[in-house]
T-cell receptor, first 119, second 114 residues
Framework: GAVVSQHPSRVICKSGTSVKIECRSL??????MFWYRQFPKQSLMLMAT?????????EQGVEKDKFLINHASLTLSTLTVTSAHPEDSSFYIC???????????????FGNGTRLTVT | DAKTTQPNSMESNEEEPVHLPCNHS???????IHWYRQLPSQGPEYVIH???SNVNNRMASLAIAEDRKSSTLILHRATLRDAAVYYC???????????????FGKGTKLSVKP
């Protein structure tokens, strides 16, 4: 089945530094990738949507200058948390959708998430 | 976007069947019913999806009501590894959310007792 690889799985950084998270679709081309964030005991919340070759679309309340998203190829999207603060500590999850006309009939494939801890 | 309603939690005994319900009374004709599950500290995992007819795969079965306003995910023999949060999500040809993303509710936390 389709595989999405997310790296790193866990990262600890100091307040004020930046962290980059990579999301790769290993065996399919992903025209669209989604970035979610999940706080403890809560559900996944969409942060932004990235389409290959164009600017990301951010959800309301998500700072685009703080969470930089790059989707430079059909198999790679990156999320950079800039000037991280303790409140950015969370579980970040990417997902990818392959090229398909009927999106309703196409599952989303998820990475295994990145646990970010900002000290 | 059409919403789904699921019980917050359910318990099951190991090796017994589990029926996880989902209500989606405002479902539209183009909405597929998707189920994902999330194990602790992992990303969601696709389980099954369907439109009108019941569906079976190696992981589970999906029973869809005739009026499509509810569905049930069936795990035929629960194992300890099935303990997870199960999400029932509607996904239309337009792709669910405005950008084609999946909109997650709170899901059902399934506990499996040995």
């Amino acid at each position: 089945g389709a595989v999405v690889s997310q790296h790193p799985s866990r990262v600890i950084c100091k307040s004020g530094t930046s962290v980059k998270i990579e999301c790769r679709s290993l065996d399919f081309q992903a025209t669209t990738m989604f970035w979610y964030r999940q706080f403890p005991k809560q559900s996944l919340m969409l942060m932004a949507t990235s389409n290959e070759g164009s600017k990301a679309t951010y959800e309301q309340g998500v700072e685009k200058d703080k969470f930089l998203i790059n989707h430079a190829s059909l198999t790679l999207s990156t999320l950079t948390v800039t000037s991280a603060h303790p409140e950015d500590s969370s579980f970040y999850i990417c997902s990818a959708r392959g090229v398909r006309v009927d999106r309703g009939n196409s599952p989303l494939h998820f990475g295994n998430g990145t646990r970010l801890t900002v000290t | 976007d059409a919403k789904t309603t699921q019980p917050n939690s359910m318990e099951s005994n190991e090796e017994e069947p589990v029926h996880l319900p989902c209500n989606h009374s405002t479902i539209s004709g183009t909405d597929y019913i998707h189920w994902y599950r999330q194990l602790p500290s992992q990303g969601p995992e696709y389980v099954i999806h369907g439109l009108t007819s019941n569906v079976n795969n190696r992981m589970a079965s999906l029973a869809i009501a005739e009026d499509r306003k509810s569905s049930t995910l069936i795990l035929h023999r629960a194992t300890l590894r099935d303990a997870a949060v199960y999400y029932c999500i509607l996904n239309s040809r337009g792709g669910g959310g405005s950008q084609g993303n999946l909109i997650f509710g709170k899901g059902t936390k399934l506990s499996v007792k040995p």
